[in-house]
């Protein structure tokens, strides 16, 4: 069946950088979208950023465009998450997903595969 494995979460203090990996496995390197969630607690889930897979047309939430770039290797079966200028507010567990079966791409509820996720923690 496979697995998605993300890595590169940490902590950081404000205006600090972090590079998230997301290493898919078996059959979960969707043909279509991959994306990044957050979810911090007490607070749902939310979407961060996707990627198409074939076109490499990226999309994020207003929250982070300028800030964060989602990118991927198609040889590796990776995506990843560029986060510069970090803020204490971004400070979550993040996500990574995978092919989108329905709905909008911001809807956690359409994603077929997950991860585990990987701790970001962002001091001010």
């Known amino acids: 069946q496979g697995q998605l494995v993300e890595s590169g979460g940490g902590s950081v203090q404000a205006g600090g950088s972090l590079r998230l990996s997301c290493a898919a496995s078996?059959?979960?390197?969707?043909?279509?979208?991959m994306g990044w969630f957050r979810q911090a607690p007490g607070k749902e889930r939310e979407a961060v950023a996707t990627?198409?897979?074939?076109?490499?047309?990226?999309y994020l939430v207003d929250s982070v465009a300028g800030r964060f770039t989602i990118s991927r290797d198609n040889a590796k079966n990776t995506v990843y998450l560029q986060m510069n200028s970090l803020k204490p507010e971004d400070t979550a567990m993040y996500y990574c997903?995978?092919?989108?079966?329905?709905?909008?791409?911001?809807?956690?509820?359409?994603?077929?595969?997950w991860g585990q996720g990987t701790q970001v923690t962002v001091s001010s």
């Open positions: 997903a995978s092919d989108l079966m329905w709905g909008g791409w911001q809807e956690p509820r359409g994603w077929r595969y």
């Open positions: 078996g059959n979960t390197y969707s043909s279509n979208l």
């Open positions: 990627i198409y897979v074939k076109s490499a047309y990226t």
